[in-house]
């Protein structure tokens, strides 16, 4: 079904596309041949973002930038229009964007209305606003929302940054339910959970000349399984690093998911008592 998305001539747009994920996208697509807008915050980093984005651009695509808090809905109201009117139909929206303000269960209120602003509204509001147009176009589309593993294993140290992604998540499956109910044969979607990659987010000074992490993957990594999951039209998109492999990450979720069926205390892989056994899992070999 996907082999139509990412053909010269199609349309993409991205929100958070002014750094790290977001902005290696922006240049992927453009340098498929597909038109792209940019939307984020705007300012400098936006205004540069579409500039190295452009030098990108293959087969006469073309690159534009929308500035868009994407936790207002009715600038994603005008984002939508404004993409309508440049490109005709929108074949892959990639609800992106994100902050990770630190929101503690009984503290820190405020960053716990900015991160799910952003984070989970910011998905919410992409999805009310765009994907009605997506299903009546004639075109092929897609929808990618960013999650995280942070929204699947739950780790303690950022409520607020967890409770997001669990919800992009959710709404994520929702919605690729319902598309199904809805015989919109046409319209994918997909949850992208990078693993540790190195962009402002992890390193807010990093600059042209950081290093790399250790253990980091680069945003690029990221992308080149963005752009096979969407190829093989897979949902799950999940991106090991250069420190978690597919199996540590498969073994993580298997044992948060045992937590509630073998009725074990929230969270017990960080929980002493369980220290021993969550490492005996992980150690484990493969049965049969
Ligand atoms: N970097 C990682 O290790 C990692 C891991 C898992 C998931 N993610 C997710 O990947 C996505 C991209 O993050 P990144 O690592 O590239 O970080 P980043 O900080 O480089 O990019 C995030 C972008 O979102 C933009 N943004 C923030 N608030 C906005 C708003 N209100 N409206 C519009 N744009 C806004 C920022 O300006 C920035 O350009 C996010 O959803 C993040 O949660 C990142």
């Known amino acids: 079904m996907t082999d139509e998305l990412l053909q010269p001539g199609r349309s993409a747009v991205i929100t958070g596309a002014a750094s790290g994920i977001g902005l290696a996208a922006a240049k992927r697509f453009a340098s498929l041949g597909l038109n792209v807008c940019l939307a984020d915050l705007g300012g400098r980093n936006l205004d540069d973002a579409v500039a190295q984005t452009a030098r990108w651009s293959r087969f006469d695509a073309r690159v534009i930038a929308l500035p868009t808090d994407v936790a207002d809905i009715d600038a994603l109201r005008r984002l939508h229009d404004g993409v309508r009117a440049a490109f005709g139909d ?150 090991p690093d250069d420190q978690t492999t597919p199996e540590m990450d498969r073994r993580r979720m298997q044992w948060a998911a045992d937590d509630v069926i073998k009725g074990r205390p929230a969270l017990s892989r960080w929980h002493a008592d369980h220290a021993a056994d969550f490492r005996r899992h992980m150690d484990a070999k493969d049965e049969g």
């Not at 630190?102 to 992409?126: C, E, S, Y």
């Not at 940054?161 to 109910?181: C, D, F, I, P, W």
């Open 90 to 239: 929108i074949n892959l929206l990639m609800n992106n964007a994100a902050v990770n303000d630190k929101g503690g269960p009984w503290t820190d209120v405020a960053a716990w209305r900015r991160t799910l602003g952003v984070n989970l509204w910011g998905v919410i509001n992409g999805l009310q606003t765009f994907v009605p147009g997506m299903i009546a176009q004639k075109t092929r589309a897609a929808i990618v929302n960013t999650g995280s593993k942070q929204g699947i294993t739950t780790p303690p140290g950022n409520a607020a940054y967890n409770v997001s992604k669990a919800g992009v998540k959710v709404v994520t499956e929702q919605l690729a339910h319902e598309l199904r109910q809805a015989g919109a044969t046409r319209v994918s979607a997909h949850l992208l959970i990078p693993g540790f990659t190195f962009t402002r987010m992890t390193l807010p000074t990093m600059t042209s000349q950081s290093p790399l992490p250790p253990g980091a993957w680069l945003a690029d990594q990221v992308v080149d399984l963005l752009v096979q999951g969407l190829e093989s039209d897979q949902f799950y998109i999940l991106c």
